[in-house]
């Protein structure tokens, strides 16, 4: 079986993640959550006070770009769980404030070139499943399989907000659905890299697909990638 590379972009809490993690544990490849990348620039701007609500101090975090130190470390339940720096931040970057930042740093060119850097090292030799929004038009641009996860923005909060609700959050409905939009939008309208799908990426709406169905899609497109 030979070793591929797989792509999966797509919108904001469409299950990018779920579905990247499940399928590299079962066909034993390396997992890495791009967006976590994101998230942990946001956070150490946050961190440093180099971001407001309406401005973020990019010649600070463009100085101080190379000293951020992102790396993923598997915990003692299987879990990849995020290190800035080496400090655990996996819970801190998933907050909707972090989240929001992460939109606003990833359209810095600056702050793209350099993740795409480190991202493209992880995937040197192959055996790496990457979900995030560039990953097959602009880190790995040759990837062998290349899926591009779609559902409705009402899905994908209702998603965020349950998903919100186990770790014992509150948020309004509204509020998370806001959110969402507000990331597309963004992410799709940026200048650096914005969010589309390549050319030869294979589209997956899950509005209405259980999990089971979509890793089934997923899983069948693999083989046939592999063999
Ligand atoms: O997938 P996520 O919600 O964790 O991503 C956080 C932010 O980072 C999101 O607003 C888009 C951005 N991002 C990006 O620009 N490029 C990627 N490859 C991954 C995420």
Do not use: H
Request: aromatic share 6%.
């Amino acid at each position: 079986m030979k070793k591929i590379i797989v792509a999966i972009d797509g919108f904001s809490s469409c299950g990018k993640s779920t579905m990247a993690k499940k399928l590299s544990r079962e066909v034993g490849y390396i997992y890495v959550d791009s967006g976590a990348m994101y998230r942990a620039v946001s956070l150490f701007c946050i961190q440093n006070g180099w971001i407001s609500e309406t401005e973020i101090n990019a010649k600070e975090l463009e100085k101080n770009i190379e000293s951020i130190r992102i790396e993923f470390k598997t915990n003692t339940e299987g879990k990849s769980e995020t290190y800035l720096n080496g400090k655990n931040v996996e819970n801190e970057i998933r907050t909707l404030e972090v989240a929001s930042g992460a939109s606003r740093v990833s359209t810095l060119g600056f702050v793209r070139q350099e993740l795409v850097r480190q991202q493209q090292i992880m995937g040197l030799e192959k055996g790496i499943v990457m979900d995030g929004r560039d990953i097959g038009t602009v880190v790995f641009p040759t990837a062998e399989l290349k899926v591009f996860l779609t559902a409705s923005p009402e899905i994908r909060a209702q998603r965020r907000l349950d998903e919100m609700a186990l770790k014992g959050e509150k948020a309004d409905f509204e509020e998370v659905l806001a959110n969402v939009k507000e990331r597309d939008e963004r992410d799709q309208n940026r200048d650096e890299s914005p969010l589309r799908k390549a050319e030869d990426a294979i589209i997956i709406d899950n509005s209405y697909l259980s999990l089971e169905e979509q890793q089934q899609i997923l899983r069948t497109l693999f083989i046939e990638k592999t063999f």
